[in-house]
């Protein structure tokens, strides 16, 4: 299972007690040859005069990387006495605090640590909104501590953070003028070109790492803001918030992640590329909130099965599964079942999702879409809304329970054979018991075949409300599109469908 992982270090009582490249042929009759041709890559070929160490450099850019320390209060539940009532309850007290049967709430302190970077002389220090964030749930910060390589402590004030891009700035007081370093420019990075990480590892002392950038826009399926340098230098625990330099010395990233399913090293460590970054911690120093472009559209990438489906190439662009009622998406003309193909003529691929494409347009700002809709191109121009929080993104599309009761309301249920589920008409009755809205419209699936494709991927309760962009509303007109798509030769078609209040999700299923 895929594992990333914040690359920094919590201790203490929280758990104890609680770039595709061309080739131009100037010759069309002369034969391609291999890449790594000899004599072809001469050019690529470390200069004379690279480093034979990186000391010099490293005792440089040191004395401006810092640990970050946090104390924490965390307020945690006690277990209840199970001897409570009983000749030992007051023996086995410390369950629940004397013979009470009760689990008081009780608070322990614990800690976090991380790293950082000096990128002034009075002080400011970059780090990830993780490592300065509550660890747990019920925790509260009491204190952050930047610690300099000369092992001289400042208690830090929080000027600003922001989690969706897991950014935070800090700031120190000093007498006297403080090391520090400056922000490079990340586009440069080359897969190949030499890198060097400092940090602070499992709360160790400044800690120097060497590697090559392994990857760039290197996506994680963590947000609008995922596109990452992969590199090999080691990133482990604690390095979170240090930083990432070039071979000039220049910071291009700020160390965030691993991939791990040991929470250890295993070459694949990911940074926030620092062109990115910058304009971010500029706006957190002067104390205003990050603000980003906004669509209110739910998506999915366009996958095998879903290209598959559609007959569109796999890969490109991406699927519009929900629109926002009277949002930005919606006023610009977008429906349920759109391919987004390119942003402002920049293309939606796994490395530039939709999301990246439009957070990163100002609000207010319009951009144009290139979009696939039944197959056929079209082109809308929409103005971008201001993303709202985290949290309020939740609650627009939060999900109800579990629940896959379905009442029988004397409706006949249909199976279109080719696809193994037998459907019914949605009336306001299913609706309300199936847990979405009264207003929908669809089909509701009654029951799957488990030795299908289907039964794999669908249940009882699911509503259907398209086909390949088709609105189906009873078994027949499933049957009827199931039917023409097996006619066109299509080995699948894909469902838009709603489970409780998750709504506008696609989900491609096998033609049995």
């Known amino acids: 299972m895929k594992k990333v992982r914040y690359a920094y270090a919590l201790t203490g009582a929280i758990l104890l007690g609680g770039t595709a490249a061309s080739l131009t042929l100037q010759n069309p009759a002369t034969a391609q040859v291999a890449q790594n041709e000899p004599g072809a890559i001469n050019a690529a070929a470390p200069r004379a005069g690279a480093p034979m160490s990186f000391a010099d450099m490293v005792a440089k850019l040191q004395p401006a990387v810092v640990n970050i320390s946090t104390t924490q209060k965390v307020t945690v539940q006690q277990q209840a006495n199970p001897f409570a009532g009983t000749p030992f309850g007051e023996l086995f007290g410390q369950f629940g605090g004397g013979g009470g049967g009760g689990g008081a709430p009780v608070t322990r302190e614990g800690q976090s640590l991380g790293s950082g970077f000096l990128i002034s002389s009075d002080g400011y220090v970059v780090t990830n909104n993780h490592v300065i964030a509550p ?114 010395g220049d910071v291009i990233g700020i160390n965030s992640q691993i991939y791990s399913q040991s929470g250890g090293n295993i070459g694949i460590g990911f940074a926030i590329p620092a062109t990115e970054a910058k304009p971010i911690i500029d706006t957190l120093m002067k104390g205003q909130k990050v603000q980003r472009g906004y669509l209110g559209v739910g998506i999915q990438p366009v996958n095998d099965d879903i290209a598959a489906a559609l007959g569109l190439p796999k890969n490109q662009g991406e699927i519009i599964g929900r629109v926002e009622p009277g949002g930005p998406g919606a006023k610009a003309g977008l429906r349920a079942g759109d391919v987004v193909t390119q942003i402002n003529g920049q293309a939606v691929t796994p490395d530039r999702t939709l999301s990246y494409l439009v957070a990163n347009a100002a609000p207010g700002s319009t951009i144009r879409m290139n979009v696939i809709r039944d197959g056929k191109p079209t082109t809308l121009t929409a103005t971008v809304a201001t993303r709202p929080s985290e949290d309020q993104l939740a609650s627009l599309t939060g999900a109800g329970d579990d629940d896959d009761a379905l009442p029988d309301d004397g409706s006949e249920a ?19 018991q199936v847990g979405v809205d009264s207003t929908a419209q669809g089909v509701v699936v009654a029951s799957v075949d488990p030795s299908t494709d289907a039964g794999q991927k669908l249940k009882r309760g699911d509503v259907i409300s398209s086909i390949n962009s088709q609105p189906v509303r009873t078994a027949a007109d499933v049957a009827r599109i199931v039917a023409a798509a097996k006619a066109a030769g299509r080995p699948q078609v894909l469902l838009n469908i709603t489970r409780q209040r998750t709504s506008g999700v696609f989900v491609p299923v096998k033609i049995r």
């Open 414 to 432: 249909t199976a279109p054979s080719s696809l193994g589920v037998t459907v019914q008409p949605l009336t306001p009755q299913i609706a309300r």
């Open 135 to 248: 660890a747990a749930r019920g925790a509260t910060v009491e204190s952050i501590t930047v610690t300099l390589q000369d092992r001289k402590e400042y208690k830090a004030k929080l000027i600003g953070r922001d989690p969706t891009s897991d950014l935070a700035v800090l700031k120190i007081e000093s007498p006297t003028p403080l090391p520090f370093v400056r922000m490079g420019d990340s586009t440069k990075a080359r897969v190949g070109d030499w890198v060097v990480a400092i940090g602070q590892p499992f709360g160790l002392g400044g800690t120097v790492t060497a590697g090559i950038v392994s990857a760039v826009h290197r996506a994680t399926g963590n947000g609008p803001f995922d596109s990452f340098i992969q590199t090999d230098a080691a990133i482990n625990q604690g390095n979170s918030g240090g930083p990432m330099f070039n071979m000039n």
